[in-house]
């Protein structure tokens, strides 16, 4: 059965920081892994998907990198800003089933 | 941009008692899910469900919950008597082909069951 972490649980940095998330998986056969924002309250965001043949995708500020073997992936945020606090989710997919989420990392970005 | 919307918002109902959550996915997609959260724990999947019937469902789901798609729009979560356990927060989910690919949340319906 497909597990899925995050660490940190939590992150405080001020603004400017850049920053590293990270999000392990038991079951490394994925389809592939998508990044989420989630603001309080609120449903969630997609940020990045990474197909299972790729190792990278970036979007602006942000860059996920993907290796399978290992079962891992991270998020990169460069130059954070105070909008980008909220709770980032890590969820997996493999073969034939339904994508599995990680507790998520909660980033507070501080002015 | 097109986004999937989910109504209520918010949702508070007695033990016991029926309830229906309402989503409309993003007009083209094809595959629609539930997800549910119960506070401070991980998001879960429900159910899945694609050329009107069901193709996955979790542990979850069982016999209390049905979902249907009605009409050509809208996509339905029924609990048939709502338990203190179910209460959460429900997120309807649409993607455009199956599975893995980019999945388009709402915002959700927070369930709160007394």
């Given at each position: 059965k497909q597990e899925v972490t995050q660490i940190p649980a939590a992150l405080s940095v001020p603004e400017g920081e850049n920053l590293v998330l990270n999000c392990s998986f038991?079951?490394?056969?994925?389809?592939n892994l998508q990044w989420f924002r989630q603001d309080p309250g609120k449903g969630l965001t997609s940020l990045l998907l990474i197909q299972s043949s790729q190792r990278e995708q970036t979007s602006g500020r942000l860059n996920a990198s993907l290796d399978k073997s290992s079962g891992r992936s991270t998020l990169y945020i460069a130059a954070?800003?105070?909008?980008?606090?909220a709770t980032y989710l890590c969820a997996v997919v493999n073969y034939g089933q339904n994508f599995v989420f990680g507790p998520g990392t909660r980033l507070s970005v501080l002015p | 941009e097109p986004e999937v919307t989910q109504t209520p918002s918010h949702q508070v109902t007695q033990m016991g008692q029926e309830v229906i959550l309402r989503c409309v996915p993003?007009?083209?997609?094809l595959y629609f899910y539930w997800y549910r959260q119960i506070l401070g724990q991980k998001v879960e999947f429900l159910v899945s469900f694609y050329n009107n019937e069901i193709s996955e469902k979790s542990?979850?789901?069982?016999?209390?919950f049905s979902v249907e798609r009605p009409d050509g729009s809208n996509f339905t979560l029924k609990i048939r008597s709502t338990k203190l356990e179910d209460s959460a927060m429900y997120f309807c989910a649409s993607a455009t082909?199956?599975?893995?690919e980019k999945l388009f949340f709402g915002s959700g319906t927070q369930l709160s069951v007394l």
């Open positions: 038991t079951d490394s056969a994925i389809y954070s800003q105070p909008g980008d606090s | 993003i007009s083209n997609h542990e979850i789901f069982d016999d209390q082909r199956g599975m893995g």
